[in-house]
Each structure stands twice: as structure tokens, then as C-alpha cells.
């Protein structure tokens, strides 16, 4: 069956499909048939729309014989990460919104509850699931009801710190839960660590299955004996498991442990999950499955198993949208040509080394590059460790992810002054993947760390030279940040007052316009329809955002009002801490400031969401215009602090 006829209408079987009862009335056959059409469906919708499709195509038969043996929604089944629930979804009953997935309007790309009953936590930051399934156990326990938690640890979530807090807990509980290990040895690449290796000689070692088949093989042929000795000899796999590749690690731990098991054989995983839900105490299950399993493409796709990409051609997986110059190629070309120079610059990314560019450094200097997994955690106070031992470590990862080790930052490098940089990936808006990606927190809440300084650059120029700089800090950590997707034209200053690079200037000193970073473009737009109203706009780039240039503070002085705009929230943001430098120095200009309200946004394009939150040219022109002619009107009274009057 070729994609196009599995997907035409749906697929004979996957078209019958509303929800879970319907998939529990199958055959085994038909179930064969029902994978096949979601592999079709799958694959047919996300090269349209782009989407995590290597991780789906390895659950399908998993995530089938969850919900064969599981009565979602009563039973509660927790995905982590949650970029693997689409197969999940398609069982729901949400076929149709996968038309728009990661679309406004359509499915979101993760777990929603505003989607259906049947999705309970919106989890698309890994390590979470499982804290959360011993929270639900514990409340299900205390108030007696009989029903079933179910959590899926895959795509390298067991990296991650907060799973092994999970685990000891949850060993000490004792309550009913099942955690499915989802072991497709990778979470964005090859999963990296001890924990990795350890499921890794599990999945790969044949040598006490090898034992086994010796001695079945022997005693089949003896008459009698044979058979009835086999089931005593089975008896003690275990303890050849152990002997062969040691498993014990789980059960150590007080948890039960079932495994490996054959995660794309539906009757093997159903029977595994029915042991694992009878037991009456915690089980590991250990599925062993295949990364972008039954498409080619995906599973010949060495970097990544087609992890997540845009919209991709289904004979061949390629990308349909022209190659361009991304951000984060910028960074990691320069981040080579400054370790040429710089032997003791090293990399870590957190699980994450080809989409933050980590790769690259990687390839060429392998000894240089630590990933540490899905730890953020462990990798800023690793880098901590690395500084106090004479390096300068660079953290790459995306700017939502950096939210979970700002402890770390805080007391474990920055109050030690240590000189790392942190290069901050998918910065802002970043659109279809919704409010638990965007990176619009690192400004404010970072902002607040002594001694630590943040750079947003507007173009691959001032990318590869405010790279240098952070690098060439040797008494504090710094902090560069940057969007995601294809990097803007390079935009030269004018001239340069200090850190701060003056982009636009006019006779009359009106309006000082400060954007940030990539929103240095906006900027030019704005002066320009604002100057045809009669008003001069000086837009300047701040290059350093944190601490708050002092020449900033200078050149808002000269103007009559002054304006911020910044990718970020504006609670504690850009333009607060401007506004509180400025009645630091009892500079009495009002200051507006303009930038993303703290709150959960829905996925959408990029664009279409700066538009909503009036983002664009048009809109902050119209804002700025109203807002200078209105103190031609109405003259700020001078006694008063107009530096803290903030729209």
C-alpha cells in the first residue's frame, strides 16, 4: 500500500478507528494492517506539515497495545517526551486535525488538554512523566481508586535527573505504576551515557538469549527429559541474564523488571503490559523499539532518524523548503573557527548536538564535546567544573531549556564568577511547537543573576562577533541568544557609542528605539513609517542587553521618548530593567516598552503570532506615533519620573 492510497481515506481499518474501544476488538491481523496504514498516515501528513515523525514511527505498535490493555482516559497514560503521543492521538479520535498539525487552528505537537480527555499533562520538556505518574499513583492510593498509571520514558527522557528522583520514589511508594521504557537508543541522536550503554547491552548483547538457545536446542532432542528440564532451566534466566549483561539495576531499586521486550510485536508488549498491570506494585517495562522504524528514509538517517523536520518529501525524506543560512549555522561555523584558536574553548549540549550546531565543533574536535544527555542541569555545573578547571566551556542548548538549571547558574557558576557561555538556540517566538518551546524567559529570568551578561545578536555579523566576545570573558558567565530559522541580512551600524551600535538617526531627536536583537530589522521598519508622520526616530541595537549599557542610558537622555521592543516577556525584561536604569540616573524620559505579555501562547507561525501580540511594523509604528504625538499634546510634567510611566 503506497502512503497516498494508506492516507486517501484514511486507511480501510484506521478509518474505523474513533477512539480506544475500536482498536481493542481487533485481531492480530487486522492490528498488522492498523500499524501499517498509521505508518502511511503518519508519514503522508507530517511531510506537509512538518513534525516529530522518527519518534512516532518507532511507538506505533507500542502505543497500540497501551491501549489495548489500558482504559484511557480512566486509566491515565503519560508520554515522555511528549513529541511521541501522535500515534496516541490518531487512537483518540483527532485523525482529522493532523491535516493543520503544528498549524494554527490544528493539533498542537505535544500532549493538550484542550484537545482531549484523554491528554493529561502538556509535556514537551523531558524527565517530567514520571514525577508526575508517582504524584497520580500516591493520590489514586490515598483515595482509593482502582486505576491504572502509565508512563512512556523514551527518546532519552531516562537521561535526565528528575527520573531518577522519580524512581527512588516511586521504589519507595510501592503503589501500581507502570513505566514503559521506550529504549530506541537515541533522543535527538544516539543517546549518550552509563544508563544508555547499560539498555544498550541489554538490546544488543545476545549472549544469555545465545545460552538459552544452546541448552533448548540440546534438551528438545532428548526424549522425556528434555522439555520439563528446559522449564526448570528457564527458570534461572535470570540469573544467567545477570551473568551474561547485568539488569539488576531496576530491581535494585524496589522496582520490578520486565524485559527486553520486542516493542514492535503487539501480542509481546500486550502480554508484558497485562504482567506489568497485575503485579499490584511498580514495573519497568522495557520495549526495545526502532527510531523512524518501517520508513526508510527515517531509519537511514544516521544524524537524527528524521527526528523532527519541516515538511519533507515522502519518497526520499528530504527537506521540501530551499537551504538557507540558519542561525545556528552561523554559530557553530564560528564556534570551529575559534576553537582553531583557542585550545581550551570546549562544547556540551544536553542531548541536543546537531540541532544547536554542537555537532559540528564535534566532528572535528570530538575530545572537545561533551553531551551530557537530557541533563541541563548537570550541564551547567559540569561547565562550572570545567571553568574551575581552566577551560572555557561553551553550553549550547534551546532557550527554553536553560529555565531548568537556573540554580545553577545562579550559585553554581555565576557566584563563582566562572567564565562559561551559554548560547541560547530557538530564542523567542519560535511558533509551532507551541508555549513550552518558546524562549521568551531567558531575558527576564537570567536577567536577575549578578555578574552575568546577555548578548542578542541581530545578524550573522554581530553573531560571530558577540560570540568572541563572550568567549573572551574570563570573570563571569555570559548568555548569547538567538531565534531560530534562516538568519537575517546583516545590518551595519552607523556608528558605535560604546557596546551599543546606533543603526538609524535623524535631525530631530524624537524617539530612541531600542531593539533587540532580531528585532533589529522591525526597527528600521518602524523609524520609517514613523518618520513619515514628521517625527525623528534614532534606532539604536544594544548588542548587550544585561547589564544595561550606561551609554544607553545616555542616548535615552537626548530623546523625548523612549521605546523597547524585544522577542521576550516584558515582565523584568529588556525595557523594565532600561526604565530602572534610566531612574537610577534621574533620567526623566518616559519609556514604553513593548514585548511578549507573560503568558501561554498558542502554537502558530511565528509571524502569525507577533502579529497577534502586535508585534509588527505596522503596529508598533501606529503605537509609537500615538505615543509622542500624545506628549506634544499633553508635555510631561517635568517633576514627574516619566521613566517609570511603562504602558
Not at 320 to 347: C, Q, Y
Request: proline share 6%; charged share 20%; aromatic share 6%.
Amino acid at each position: 500500500m503506497s502512503v497516498e492510497e494508506g492516507t486517501a481515506n484514511h486507511g480501510r481499518l484506521l478509518g474505523a478507528v474513533r477512539g480506544p474501544q475500536d482498536v481493542k476488538r481487533m485481531t492480530a491481523e487486522q492490528l498488522d494492517i492498523l500499524a501499517a496504514e498509521i505508518r502511511d498516515f503518519l508519514i503522508a501528513k507530517v511531510s506537509r506539515t512538518g513534525g516529530h515523525i522518527g519518534p512516532n514511527l518507532g511507538v506505533v505498535e507500542l502505543t497500540l497495545a497501551m491501549h489495548r490493555v489500558f482504559d484511557s482516559p480512566r486509566d491515565r497514560l503519560l508520554f515522555d517526551t511528549g513529541h511521541q503521543s501522535y500515534v496516541h492521538k490518531i487512537l483518540t479520535g483527532r485523525q482529522e486535525g493532523f491535516d493543520k498539525l503544528r498549524q494554527r487552528g490544528g493539533l498542537s505537537g505535544y500532549p493538550s488538554q484542550a484537545e482531549s480527555e484523554h491528554d493529561l499533562i502538556e509535556n514537551s520538556h523531558a524527565s517530567t512523566a514520571l514525577s508526575y505518574a508517582d504524584g497520580l499513583a500516591k493520590a489514586y492510593a490515598l483515595r482509593c481508586e482502582k486505576r491504572s498509571v502509565v508512563a512512556v520514558v523514551g527518546d532519552g527522557a531516562l537521561t535526565g535527573g528528575m527520573c531518577w528522583e522519580a524512581l527512588n520514589n516511586i521504589a519507595t511508594a510501592g503503589n501500581p505504576l507502570v513505566i514503559v521504557v521506550n529504549d530506541n537508543g537515541r533522543s535527538y541522536s544516539p543517546t549518550i551515557g552509563g544508563l544508555a550503554d547499560h539498555l544498550s547491552s541489554l538490546r544488543l548483547n545476545p549472549g544469555y538469549e545465545k545460552v538459552l538457545d544452546t541448552v533448548k536446542d540440546a534438551l528438545g532432542n532428548t526424549p522425556f527429559v528434555g522439555k520439563p528440564m528446559f522449564e526448570v532451566l528457564h527458570a534461572v534466566k535470570k540469573g544467567i541474564k545477570d551473568a551474561v549483561a547485568p539488569q539488576a539495576m531496576f530491581e535494585d531499586l524496589g522496582i520490578k523488571y520486565v524485559g527486553p521486550v520486542d516493542g514492535h510485536d503487539v501480542p509481546a508488549v500486550e502480554a508484558a503490559l497485562r504482567a506489568a498491570k497485575n503485579f499490584g506494585g511498580p514495573v519497568i517495562v522495557h520495549a526495545v523499539t526502532r527510531k523512524g522504524y518501517g520508513y526508510r528514509p527515517a531509519e537511514d538517517d544516521e544524524a537524527d532518524c528524521l527526528h523532527g523536520p519541516g515538511a519533507f518529501d515522502v519518497e526520499t525524506g528530504q527537506l521540501v523548503a530551499a537551504p538557507s543560512v540558519k542561525w545556528t549555522h552561523v554559530f557553530a561555523n564560528e564556534l570551529v573557527t575559534i576553537a582553531d584558536e583557542r585550545p581550551d574553548m570546549v562544547g556540551i549540549t544536553a542531548a541536543m548536538a546537531e540541532p544547536t550546531g554542537i555537532a559540528t565543533l564535534a566532528r572535528k574536535y570530538p575530545e572537545r564535546v561533551y553531551d551530557v544527555g537530557i541533563a541541563e542541569q548537570h550541564a551547567a555545573t559540569s561547565a562550572a567544573g570545567l571553568a574551575m578547571g581552566g577551560l572555557h566551556p561553551v553550553v549550547a542548548v534551546y532557550a527554553t531549556f536553560l529555565n531548568r538549571a537556573f540554580d545553577q547558574v545562579l550559585l553554581d557558576v555565576a557566584m563563582h564568577k566562572l567564565p562559561v557561555t551559554f548560547v541560547l538556540d530557538r530564542a523567542g517566538i519560535t511558533g509551532p511547537d507551541g508555549p513550552s518551546h518558546y524562549g521568551i524567559w531567558d531575558m527576564s529570568v537570567f536577567g536577575v543573576v549578578p555578574g552575568l551578561r546577555i548578548a542578542a545578536p541581530r545578524d550573522s555579523a554581530t553573531l560571530r562577533e558577540e560570540l568572541r566576545e563572550a568567549i573572551a570573558v574570563d570573570d563571569g558567565p555570559t548568555i548569547l541568544r538567538f531565534p531560530t530559522g534562516t538568519v537575517a541580512a546583516d545590518l551595519p551600524a552607523v556608528r558605535r557609542v560604546g557596546p551599543v551600535d546606533v543603526l538609524a538617526e535623524s535631525a530631530r531627536t524624537d524617539v530612541l528605539l531600542v531593539a533587540v536583537g532580531s528585532f533589529a530589522g522591525l526597527g528600521m521598519e518602524v523609524a520609517a513609517r514613523v518618520a513619515e508622520q514628521g517625527y525623528g526616530v534614532t534606532v539604536v541595537d544594544p548588542r548587550w542587553v544585561r547589564p544595561v549599557p550606561a551609554e544607553l542610558v545616555e542616548l535615552a537622555a537626548g530623546h523625548r521618548l523612549v521605546v523597547t521592543v524585544e522577542d521576550g516577556v516584558r515582565v523584568g525584561g529588556v525595557g523594565s530593567a532600561l526604565a530602572q536604569a534610566m531612574r537610577d540616573a534621574d533620567v526623566r524620559v518616559p519609556v514604553r516598552d513593548l514585548g511578549v505579555p507573560a503568558d501561554w501562547h498558542p502554537h502558530g507561525s511565528r509571524a502569525q503570532i507577533l502579529s497577534d501580540l502586535g508585534l509588527t511594523a505596522q503596529d508598533v509604528a501606529r503605537d509609537v506615533t500615538g505615543w509622542i504625538s500624545g506628549l506634544d499634546a499633553a508635555p510631561v510634567d517635568p517633576a514627574t519620573d516619566g521613566a517609570a510611566a511603562q504602558n
